[in-house]
């Protein structure tokens, strides 16, 4: 199966799979039914982005992404994590990650992750050092389970010894949060992939503004593979894949 071209705007799953929690500027905010979901899951597709981000952490996003757009498989690439549960603990002995991967395959209906990362807690440099996760997602990629592997992070020091080993990367950089932008330019010069997550900060920027930033205005835009916005709408997804299309160099 050929891999699609990755799309400069991405889809982020989130809040398909449960109610966005306080720091979202949308916190509180009801569900999307099946049908909803399956028409912007769809849409989605049908407007060009085709990277698809999601987590066992976003609750029923992995069950309804399989659920309704895993006949198109070839047409996204499939982006989850593994670490963090719904419930907000974490696990990352190997047997708990194994699991979780094998119940993301069997919700996502698939046999293979493009990308799978770490979704790392706030001690995210203990983890890199101190845990089986970097053998794990080393012993998964070797597997078949995943593609290309690598770390969604919270800490400067962590991402950069992620770079060791990650193929891919997921840095939350937004114009309101610049601190990240040595770890972008860093991933770009080892010719790794770079995922923008909160390019909206959470929803609390202008989109337009946002993505003008992103896409023209920031020092790293040239370092930028995709840039993940998650919504529950439709018009809003293709509103913003309209904003990509013109800014787009």
Not at 21 to 29: L, M, N, Q
Not at 61 to 80: A, D, M, P, V
Not at 204 to 223: G, V, Y
Not at 234 to 244: A, G, I, S
Request: with cysteine; hydrophobic share 40%.
């Amino acid at each position: 199966m050929n891999t699609p071209v990755l799309s400069k705007l991405g889809f982020g799953a989130y809040q398909i799979g449960r109610i966005p929690s306080d720091k979202y500027a949308s916190a509180g905010s009801s569900l999307p039914t099946d049908e909803e979901a399956e028409q912007l899951l769809g849409g989605v597709l049908d407007c060009g982005i085709t990277l698809i981000d999601t987590a066992p952490a976003y609750g029923i996003s992995e069950e309804r992404i399989g659920k309704f757009i895993s006949h198109r498989r070839s047409e996204y690439i499939l982006s989850s994590k593994v670490g963090e549960r719904v419930d907000g603990s974490f696990d990352f002995s190997f047997k708990g990650m194994a699991a979780s991967v094998e119940q993301s395959l069997k919700a996502l209906k698939t046999d293979h992750l493009d990308y799978l990362l770490i979704h790392a807690p706030p001690d995210d440099l203990a983890l890199l050092t101190d845990s089986d996760a970097v053998e794990f997602m080393c012993d998964a990629k070797q597997n078949g389970l995943a593609t290309h592997i690598g770390f969604s992070g919270k800490t400067i020091e962590a991402q950069m010894h992620a770079l060791q080993w990650s193929d891919v990367m997921m840095i939350e950089y937004s114009h309101a949060n610049q601190s990240q932008e040595d770890v972008i330019l860093a991933a770009h010069e080892l010719n790794t992939i770079v995922l923008v997550k909160k390019a909206l900060n959470s929803g609390h920027l202008d989109p337009q503004d946002a993505i003008q930033f992103l896409l023209c205005d920031s020092p790293a835009k040239d370092s930028i593979d995709s840039i993940v916005i998650g919504s529950k709408s439709l018009p809003r997804m293709e509103e913003n894949q309209q904003r990509f299309t013109t800014l787009a160099p």
